[in-house]
């Protein structure tokens, strides 16, 4: 089955205590990124890569990093998180601009 | 950034009643994409629309692409429940990234 899958689907921390955020795809896709959905904002891009090796950033890209060491996984790093950046996070996966495939979401709370 | 503008933000209906939601922009677009999110879940992608005038339907779902392609609508013919959650219209820069509007929740009532 093709899918998007990522872990942990739910995380509460504390700030400044770095956390990674896994994602993985068994499409064989190029193009993967990251968005952040949040109450009055919409769905927002952080970071995309468009093949390993390969990123670059989206429109909220502050606070976030990326690594794309091999095709199938894109994790999301953050460093020093701070709650601001308490939000539901999406990794996405496509083989055009007019596919696109979600995960499942990762709930993440910075107290 | 070309901005997408969803209409209305929040709908409350009856099921089996028809509804339609709209998706406006100043700027032209090449294409239009629109996904559908269920609580708890990553959006899924419904249909992508193309050409200017173009209709396309998806069982009770239909999509029309505006003649000059600045805005595109969904309508729902006869809703269930089943069709509650977040429809997002969405276009894509390029090959580089894909930029949405802030949705349209849609609660269907039994």
């Known amino acids: 089955e093709a899918q998007v899958t990522q872990n942990p689907r739910y995380l509460i921390t504390v700030t400044g205590k770095k956390l990674t955020v896994t994602c993985s795809q068994n499409?064989?896709?190029?193009?993967m990124s990251w968005y952040r959905q949040d109450p009055g904002l919409g769905l927002r891009q952080i970071y995309y890569s468009m093949n390993v090796e390969v990123t670059d950033k989206g429109d909220v890209p502050e606070g976030y990093k990326v690594s794309r060491k091999e095709k199938r996984n894109f994790p999301l790093i953050l460093e020093s998180p701070s709650p601001n950046q308490t939000s539901l996070y999406f990794c996405?996966?496509?083989?055009?601009?007019?596919?696109?495939?979600f995960g499942p979401g990762t709930r993440l709370t910075v107290l | 950034t070309q901005l997408l503008e969803q209409s209305p933000q929040f709908l409350s209906i009856q099921e089996g009643e028809n509804l339609t939601v709209y998706c406006n922009s100043s700027s032209v677009f090449s294409s239009l994409q629109w996904y559908r999110q269920e609580p708890g879940e990553g959006p899924v992608l419904l249909v992508t629309v193309v050409t200017g005038g173009e209709v396309k339907k998806l069982k009770r779902l239909t999509f029309q692409f505006g003649d000059a392609r600045k805005d595109s609508s969904l309508h729902i013919t006869a809703a269930q429940p089943g069709d509650t959650g977040l429809y997002l219209c969405a276009y894509a820069d390029g090959y580089s990234t894909l930029t949405f509007g802030k949705g349209t929740m849609l609660l269907v009532s039994p």
């Open positions: 499409m064989n896709h190029e193009y």
């Open positions: 996405a996966s496509r083989l055009t601009p007019d596919t696109q495939y």
